[in-house]
Nanobody, 115 residues
Framework: QVQLVESGGGLVQPGGSLTLSCAVS????????LEWHRQAPGNQREWVAF???????RYTDSVKGRFTISRDDAKKTVTLQMNSLKPEDTAIYYC?????????WGRGTQVTVSS
């Protein structure tokens, strides 16, 4: 059974940094694209960053230059390094993966940016 489990969320002051990780487990043959999404209270879930199995990562405009997505296929993990955090980055962050040509979601990790 494929599972994606996020970790690394928490409370941070504006301007601070956090690193989110997502571990993929289960019977896996192929890991395709990996993504991070987020959902703030009262808002729809939005896409944040995407890293293909090969190629260049992409980011939503609001996080470009501040967030970096990376993957380690040997460890079956995807990481989101978040710098210069702003209060509007507050949300539940979800990992999404294309695993064996099916899409799976994690349960999310809370990120709160507040002084």
């Amino acid at each position: 059974q494929v599972q994606l489990v996020e970790s690394g969320g928490g409370l941070v002051q504006p301007g601070g940094s956090l690193t989110l990780s997502c571990a993929v487990s289960g019977g896996i043959r192929t890991i395709g694209a990996l993504e991070w999404h987020r959902q703030a209270p009262g808002n729809q879930r939005e896409w944040v960053a995407f890293v293909p199995s090969r190629g260049t990562p992409r980011y939503t405009d609001s996080v470009k230059g501040r967030f970096t997505i990376s993957r380690d296929d040997a460890k079956k993990t995807v990481t989101l390094q978040m710098n210069s955090l702003k209060p509007e980055d507050t949300a539940i962050y979800y990992c999404k993966g294309n695993i064996d040509f099916r899409e799976y979601w994690g349960r999310g990790t809370q990120v709160t940016v507040s002084s």
